[in-house]
């Protein structure tokens, strides 16, 4: 049996990855302040009732605890981790439980927060989409603007990584076309913050994806780590998705279809040259090399070589394209 301890709770969190739960039960304050080692502390009306370590791998952390005043009463509280990231907190005073809801930790704010608190308009930024369950609303052109930099970042992290694999080792040329799409995406994501990019950055996301899985299936659990690294760009291709079209609307801009028509059939055309373009290069090599994996990689240098036209168009970066956005800004 455990009675409550003078110590008083902390006015504000004491260390980074410190986060604060606050449930009012009536006139009764019960507050939870975890840490990222699974240390828990328990305050009833501030006062300190529990105090727990759990093991890092736990899924339940449970603290009992009596109440003196005005009378003897006993509780429970129950913590229970998720699968998708949420904690489900249930209060159990004197046997009959008396609150039981799911929150999000936001380590950025320091406190678990309520799916009615998401939906209400709490924003957290990036780490909506690591940490609290799903993608945190943005609400103005600087979050939106963090997010794609944030984005930004992760693709052309795996541009750079395909690049640096494909020109080390000869037989995972393959990933070279991949590393460039990362990066032309990346830069037409946070630079041009094209919507129609981070579409495609969607698209280039689940066939890596599927790559991955295929990995998977093919070499067994020594492959997780692709299924791991896909996952989170195309969790980012996702996220980049949202704060394009944010910042389109926090903008109030407006669609150019005539912008767009011209934009997509420019594309198709230098698409099909560059196409062109690539097989004979790709004859080149093969005639030079004629290995294997030297074929694959031909293969995918055509198969890019229509996208790279495609995105270099909408990019305004060849002739007739330039100046000429789809999107444009309202007044």
Not at 229 to 253: D, K, M, N, P
Not at 265 to 270: F, K, R, T
Request: charged share 15%; net charge positive; proline share 2%.
């Amino acid at each position: 049996m455990l009675i409550a301890n003078p110590v008083s709770v902390p006015t504000k969190p004491s260390k980074l990855g410190t986060v604060t739960l606050e449930i009012l039960l009536g006139s009764d304050r019960l507050t939870a302040i975890s840490t990222l080692t699974n240390h828990v502390r328990i305050f009833f009306n501030d006062q300190l009732v529990s105090e727990k370590r759990n093991g890092l791998l736990s899924t339940r952390s449970r603290h009992q605890f009596w109440v003196h005043q005005p009378r003897a009463t006993q509780y429970e509280v129950l913590f229970d981790t998720k699968w998708y990231g949420a904690v489900k907190c249930t209060v159990i005073r004197n046997g009959q439980t008396i609150h039981q809801q799911d929150y999000f930790c936001s380590l950025k704010a320091g406190r678990f927060i309520s799916k009615d608190q998401q939906k209400s308009g709490a924003r957290f930024g990036f780490e909506g989409l690591l940490g609290e369950g799903n993608f945190a609303t943005i609400a103005t052109e600087q979050e939106a603007l963090q997010a794609l930099k944030t984005v930004a970042g992760v693709f052309y992290g795996m541009g750079i990584i395909n690049l640096a694999i494909g020109s080390l080792f000869p037989q995972a040329r393959d990933v070279i076309p991949d590393g460039v799409v990362f990066i032309l995406l990346a830069f037409a994501v946070y630079k041009r913050r094209s919507r129609i990019a981070a579409i495609l950055a969607i698209i280039q996301a689940i066939f890596v994806f599927g790559i991955s899985v295929n990995a998977i299936l093919t070499y067994g659990a020594g492959a997780i780590h692709r299924i791991l690294i896909s996952s989170a760009v195309l969790a980012a291709a996702i996220r980049g998705t949202q704060a394009t079209f944010s910042y389109h609307r926090l903008l109030r801009t407006h669609f150019s279809l005539q912008h767009f028509l011209l934009k997509t059939v420019l594309g198709v055309l230098y698409g099909i040259i560059f196409m062109v373009l690539s097989i004979i290069a790709a004859g080149f090599i093969l005639s030079i090399l004629g290995k294997q994996s030297t074929r694959i990689f031909a293969a995918l240098l055509v198969l890019y070589a229509f996208s790279l036209g495609l995105i270099m168009s909408y990019l305004g970066w060849l002739p007739f394209t330039k100046k000429k956005p789809v999107m444009i800004k309202g007044t």
